[in-house]
């Protein structure tokens, strides 16, 4: 079956140090893959995805950055956090050619 | 925006009563999904029903679709407290691979 790693689990980092979150999937090939941001008590803003490796999409200008250095491995970037970073950070994927999402624990960023 | 929208915000039910969630969308859609979220977790998907579909049914779960209105609604019969959660539509247009996610109905189910 497939699985979806994300870590860390929880981020305390102060602004203007830079970030790498890292999410894995396991037991697929070529999924799509996602980064979205969640502010508290509110919806999620799709920030990057990916159709395969070197196929990847910014959805939110942002000091933000993904990259996809493996088939099933994505990571969110950023060179110096600012405060309006804070949030919680999901990754997802899906199967190519499907619709349905599938997401990870997430990671909780607090930008000090 | 092609935000959709989720309306009540907030939700409290007694165990056993039926919960409905409605979410509204801006733009035609290919399908529309919803998903659930449990306080600090990520979000797990719950059902999908396509544009060309009105209605389905999942378990306890009933949504429906109504693109002439471009809403839909979710009902979750006989409630039970490990229902309590935030529950999102998610819109995709056309063939993209992307969701927009509405803005989440949190969903309080006391004992």
């Known amino acids: 079956s497939q699985t979806i790693h994300q870590w860390p689990a929880t981020l305390v980092q102060p602004v203007g140090s830079p970030l790498s979150l890292e999410c894995t999937v396991e037991?697929?090939?070529?999924?799509?893959l996602y980064w979205y941001r969640q502010a508290a008590g509110r919806g999620l803003q799709l920030l990057f995805y990916s159709i395969g490796i070197d196929q990847i999409s910014s959805e939110v200008p942002q000091n933000l950055s993904a990259s996809r250095p493996q088939d099933r491995q994505f990571i969110l970037s950023s060179k110096k956090l600012l405060l309006s970073d804070s949030g919680f950070y999901l990754c997802a994927w899906s199967p190519p050619s499907t619709y349905e999402q599938y997401f990870g624990p997430g990671t909780r960023l607090t930008v000090t | 925006s092609q935000q959709g929208e989720e309306d009540p915000q907030a939700l409290s039910i007694q165990e056993g009563e039926n919960a409905t969630m409605n979410c509204s969308y801006k733009t035609s859609i290919n399908n529309l999904q919803w998903y659930r979220q449990n306080s600090g977790r990520g979000l797990v998907h719950l059902i999908l029903i396509r544009s060309n579909e009105r209605e389905k049914h999942s378990g306890r779960l009933r949504v429906t679709l109504d693109t002439s209105k471009k809403s839909s609604s979710l009902l979750i019969t006989a409630s039970r407290a490990a229902d309590t959660a935030s529950y999102f539509c998610a819109t995709v247009f056309g063939t993209a691979s992307k969701l927009t996610f509405g803005t989440g109905t949190r969903l309080q189910v006391m004992l």
């Open positions: 037991g697929t090939s070529n999924p799509n």
